[in-house]
């Protein structure tokens, strides 16, 4: 656990991929298509990539020292989802990346300019730095002082990630062909056993955006955020194995337990964004009110979702 | 008025300074002091200010084709407060640039790295593409449908900058020594007669930043935002004649309004945070919906506030 000073260091320990790197060794190679920036693929991966490469015929992927696109012949979505599908699972079986033993059976779109470019095993994304999306929800009751207490997750000492942390009340990645609402219903009712009737009365507030990196892989993250205020008897409980049991923590506890790192860091950015946006945090109060700010919208360089309206 | 087809045309409206020159010759050129970037220099203003450091003994800066800087004798705060007085006085004397004709009397600090390198006129600040701070105030009240309805400004006619158009109910810049909160309070009361017991009331929610450019020049700001509801028998009045009226509208008027580019455009990008908080725009229905987000939360290369906690 790693004990911040200022809610500015937590927000810099989830949004530390660098801006600019000092080499170019040091740096990440694009991954590109149809001249679209789709990841980010670390010195480490590309090494092994290169050697897949060569032991396939034809090859996957045409990888020069600049960047990493597909071959030629992999010239549709289905193709280019077999061709990393193949790829992973070659990966996955030879135990090539602690990271693929979390296997999700999840898909994730991975998105180009105005097309989905393919969809991928979400465990497989950090490998090659895929920008992905996600929900977040802020579950709390207002009591009778306008004090609000939060219901705080500790995630299942059995989680492939982040095991024992702390963690928002519900939170998931949205899987290919899910809406955005959708997603954060279905998650209220597997993590949490919110009901249908309170979860849709979840509201959006904004997008929190941020470009993390841990011994998995890169992460460029995008969390669409929901408040949900709870009626005072309600008690949220665990349904899927993957939280232990929930808290109800007034936010100066949220606060110090963040300093602590007692969360998962990038729900400690969220938690930090539904302080700010409650006056918990105030301008004339956090001298790097600010600077959190860039940290928790950060412009990500990657194409954005096809929302079908 | 610029008629926008969406919300994200309207942001980019505002948060308009490129990311990125074509051509070195268009780029503007940095403001530095001590090492930290405090400004931009367009080049029709350089061109002037060369000529001014020329004709003045001993010479006020140091002017570099990558940089300008003070010169070595103006090396306390006083001393450069005083060039920076002297030369605008200058310029609004000789009718030099138009923007000065907007003299406010009012000091804005200058941030540098861990200091405040100098105070300026607020008229002058976009010659220098000084990095400016304000709070704005989203006043609402939500009906017994839940509804919410904006309290929203009319500009004076006779305002310099933006006559006529729509605006927050209250706004103003933080001059030199001001604390946040003790602004929009002060605000509260001198454009919409909003007394201290509900001013007090209005709550920090988070900061948008963006850069915009204009025919003044070049203008990135933060803008520290309040959000204040108000008892529904509440009626905004004008006080200091820089308000013509307020309108009580439902949000969906405001986008329209917004739409039909007949808001001034930073506050149009307020408004369009506030929608985004308050789940009025959705990331389901809004495809542009994390776009928008870059460009209310735009990571400005200056200096931060120093704030004395």
């Known amino acids: 656990m790693m004990v911040h000073k200022t809610l500015l260091e937590a927000a810099q320990s989830c949004d530390k991929f660098p801006y600019a790197f000092k080499s170019t060794e040091e740096m990440p190679v694009p991954f590109e298509h149809n001249g679209a920036l789709i990841g980010h693929i670390l010195p480490s991966v590309l090494c092994v990539l290169k050697e897949y490469n060569h032991q396939n015929t034809p090859s996957p992927f045409v990888i020069s ?34 990271v693929l033993t979390g296997w999700r059976n999840e898909l994730y779109p991975v998105y180009g300019h105005k097309e989905i470019a393919f969809v991928m095993e979400r465990a497989a994304t950090p490998l090659f730095g895929i920008s992905t999306f996600g929900v977040h929800l802020n579950a709390y009751v207002v009591n009778d002082d306008g004090e609000i207490y939060m219901w705080i997750a500790r ?18 990645g949205i899987t290919y062909q899910y809406k955005i609402k959708d997603t954060i219903i279905k998650e209220c009712d597997e993590e949490a056993s919110i009901p249908y009737e309170l979860a849709s009365k979840a509201r959006s507030t904004n997008a929190v955006t941020y470009y993390t990196s841990t011994p998995n892989g890169l992460q460029p993250e995008t969390q669409y955020i929901f408040d949900l205020e709870l009626p005072k008897d309600f008690v949220p409980t665990p349904r899927d194995g993957e939280v232990d049991c929930f808290y109800f923590w007034p ?15 990038n729900s400690a950015i969220v938690m930090i964004d539904f302080m700010l946006r409650h006056s918990f945090i105030t301008p004339d109060e956090d ?3 600010i600077q959190i700010s860039y940290h928790l919208h950060r412009k990500l360089q990657f194409p954005t979702p096809i929302i079908k309206t």
Chains 1, 2 share one sequence.
Not at 65 to 72: I, Y
Not at 155 to 162: D, G, H, P
Not at 251 to 265: A, F, P, Y
């Open 65 to 98: 020292s600049g960047r990493v696109t597909f071959a030629s012949w992999a010239d549709t979505f289905e193709k280019r989802t077999e061709v990393m599908r193949v790829l992973a699972d070659h990966w996955r079986k030879q135990k090539t990346f602690p």
């Open 287 to 289: 001298p790097d009110y």
């Open 155 to 172: 995630r299942a000492k059995t989680k492939q990630t982040w095991p024992g942390l702390l963690d928002n009340c519900v939170a998931g």
């Open 251 to 265: 936010l100066e506890k949220v606060k110090e337990t963040i300093l602590n790192g007692e969360w998962k860091i």
